[in-house]
């Protein structure tokens, strides 16, 4: 079983574009959308969820006002002024420290999980897919990703499958080291821009750093040669195989308009490179 992780240096690459394609490419795979803060994968894949579960992380203070004797020591001692002076904690301003659970000298503050999200288990025209989405302004989206990319593990294991393929978040935050831990490749999609150069460096030393090999595509490579061949540059200075080349076409926008992947929607020059990809990323 293999693990190839789609990621990118910041959003608006087309990471989730090469991502749906090569679920429609491979064969015996498990999708894994692990860009939790901002799932699109299934606008693409349409998945049919067959299985819904929540996702707690975190605590948040509770204050039992039966129990409270008003002493103010959580009020006194709560660095981010979480609690009101009617004793009430503000679910969005508590850190879930626990300190103040502590302090109490009447034990009426209790921690309290927090529901963040939700993680589904689905069924796509391509395989079965794992999917997640946090909830607004929550954190912890890197336990989320672990959670989605363990349960990918589990379905590829029960059902002898020989992909997980994964689309990662963009950055370099704490769900794209999540995204990239373990995996056999971390395939980089970037654009032609300096930004887009500047940003895919910094998750490519990200996934050195943990030990992941790396491969680079640059898409819509056409809208700008000479930056296309200063990536190029870059990727033979850092010993990075650079495998494909994208070009510019509006079928790709059509292909999403009509919720289908690039390489089930239309022939043409995007197809073949990102058929070509998908060939070399195989047979490594």
Known sequence: ???????????????????????????????????????????????????????????????DRDKCSD???????????????????????????????????????????????????????????????LGVAEENSGKLVSLVRNKAKELAEANDLEWIIIDGSPGIGCPVIASISGVNCALIVTEPTMSGLHDADRVIQVARHFGVPVKLVINKYDLNLDTSETIAEYCRANKIDLIGKIPFDKAVVEAMVARKTIVEFADGKVKEEICSIWDKLQKD
């Not at 090569?22 to 498990?30: G, H, I, M, S």
Request: glycine content about 8%; overall charge neutral; proline content about 3%.
């Open 71 to 133: 002493c103010g020591k959580c009020l006194e001692l709560c660095r981010f002024d979480a609690i009101s002076k009617d004793y009430i904690v503000d679910p969005v301003a508590c850190e879930g420290c626990m300190f103040c659970s502590f302090v109490c000298p009447e034990g009426a503050i209790k921690m309290q999980e927090n529901t963040t999200g939700e993680w589904f288990v689905s069924n796509t025209r391509f395989g079965p897919m794992v999917h997640a989405k």
């Open 1 to 63: 079983m293999k693990q190839i992780v789609v990621i990118s240096g910041k959003g608006g690459t087309g990471k989730t574009i090469v991502t749906a394609s090569f679920a429609a490419l491979a064969e015996k795979k498990v999708m894994a959308d692990c860009d939790v803060d901002a799932a699109d994968l299934h606008l693409l894949l349409e998945p049919e969820i067959k299985e819904r579960n929540l996702f707690k992380s975190g605590k948040t203070a509770v204050i």
